[in-house]
Nanobody, 121 residues
């Protein structure tokens, strides 16, 4: 079974930075597209960013320019570097893996347990 384990969440002040990590197992990491979703209180789950096997990326408009997704194939790990954080970024952030990628409308096939990010003064 594919496993995705997130870490790095926490409490930060507005304008601060945080880096999330996701370690994967049970999959051929280098051939898959992976990404991050988030679920904020009272809001629908939304796609944050994805990164493909060749390094191509996609970002939600709300985070573009502030967040950066990256991958380290040698470590089977992806990262989400978050800067200029806003209170509206508060959410549970989930690592996701796509068995097949057909564009940003694709639904992830595997999910991690989530890590809480809280942005508050």
């Amino acid at each position: 079974q594919v496993q995705l384990v997130e870490s790095g969440g926490g409490l930060v002040q507005p304008g601060g930075s945080l880096r999330l990590s996701c370690v994967t197992s049970g999959t051929i990491f280098s051939i898959n597209r992976l990404g991050w979703y988030r679920q904020a209180p009272g809001k629908q789950r939304e796609l944050v960013a994805t990164i493909g096997s060749g390094g191509s990326t996609n970002y939600a408009d709300s985070v573009n320019g502030r967040f950066t997704i990256s991958r380290d194939n040698a470590k089977n790990t992806i990262y989400l570097q978050m800067t200029s954080l806003k209170p509206e970024d508060t959410a549970i952030y989930y690592c996701t893996l796509y068995s097949r990628w057909g564009g940003v409308a694709s639904r992830p096939n595997y999910w991690g347990q989530g890590t809480q990010v809280t942005v508050s003064s």
